[in-house]
């Protein structure tokens, strides 16, 4: 019900609010019906990314069709509690992940050039 009434006002977003949701600290073992069966809902969802990596285990992305469905679901889900484990979630910034890895890019690429010029890095001293 928040929801509609959330669309029939003239409400204004934050800049930050869109339809993709970033989602950290679940369970392990959580299957993607579970997740279907978490956040569905809250409304429509287009897609549902859980990562399996070593690196990834633990996250997902949410994508909604709706953006007031998308903010509704952080509203009442982050805090969440699913299996003893509190859901971190969070809307998803493409710039601030694309700055992580350009900022990796160009260590990696200081690095070697100082191996290239035989230039002690820094973590050496």
């Known amino acids: 019900m928040a929801a ?31 997740m279907y069966d ?3 809902k809250y409304g429509a969802i287009r897609q549902i990314r859980i990562g ?12 909604y069709e709706d953006i007031y469905d998308a903010k509704t679901a952080v509203d009442h889900l982050s805090g ?12 998803y910034q493409q710039s601030k992940i694309s700055k992580k ?12 050039m100082q191996e290239k010029y035989g230039i ?3 973590k050496d001293k």
């Open 120 to 122: 002690p890095s820094s």
């Open 80 to 91: 969440f509690n699913v299996a003893n484990r509190y859901l971190i979630v969070l809307y």
């Open 38 to 40: 978490i956040f569905g």
């Open 4 to 34: 509609i009434s959330l669309r029939k006002g003239n409400t204004r977003l934050p800049p930050e609010v869109n339809r993709v949701l970033y989602v950290r600290n679940l369970p392990f073992n959580i299957s993607s019906e579970e």
């Open 52 to 63: 399996t990596s070593k690196e990834t285990r633990g996250t997902a992305f949410v994508v």
């Open 101 to 112: 890895v350009d900022l990796k890019k160009k260590e990696d690429e200081l690095a070697r």
